[in-house]
């Protein structure tokens, strides 16, 4: 059995490279700060209602790039169903997505199961899955293809 022993140095240096994601509960999202639960709340249902508002702006300018797209295909009728299947998948992948993020988000909320930050913290990850997702579809191969091909 091996004992790994860190030095001063070594834990200094875990402690410089991890602090950035070490994050107490109350500063995990400015709706946190001095606000009564039912504030908290509030607020949190108000930043996920905006984060969704961009998410959906997102997913219409996505659909939107791909209805105008030109598609090089030999016929007209493989264009309409390369674009109908993509229009499809894009719908698909949202809705799919919608479903894991609500229930990652529900079990996460679970670690804190009857305590007063339990919904607070299920809103909190399902704002910050929303922004990620956000970034995710104008970042990624799988979307960047259809937003360049206009």
Request: net charge positive.
């Amino acid at each position: 059995m091996k004992i790994l022993v860190l030095g001063r140095n070594s834990l200094l240096f875990a402690l410089c490279i991890f602090a950035p994601y070490i994050v107490r509960a109350d500063d995990a999202h400015p709706c946190f700060s001095d606000r009564a639960p039912a504030s908290r709340l509030e607020c949190l249902e108000r930043n996920l209602k905006g984060a969704d508002q961009l998410l959906r702006q997102k997913h219409t300018n996505l659909i939107s790039a791909v209805e105008k797209s030109k598609v090089w295909s030999t016929s007209q009728s493989m264009s309409s169903i390369y674009k109908e299947q993509t229009l499809a998948s894009i719908r698909n992948a949202d809705k799919h997505w919608r479903a894991l993020m609500k229930s990652e988000c529900d079990l996460e909320g679970l670690n804190y199961f009857g305590g007063s930050v339990q919904d607070s913290m299920v809103l909190t990850c399902q704002i910050f899955r929303t922004y990620e997702r956000i970034k995710h579809i104008g970042n990624s191969e799988a979307y960047r293809s259809h937003w360049e091909n206009q």
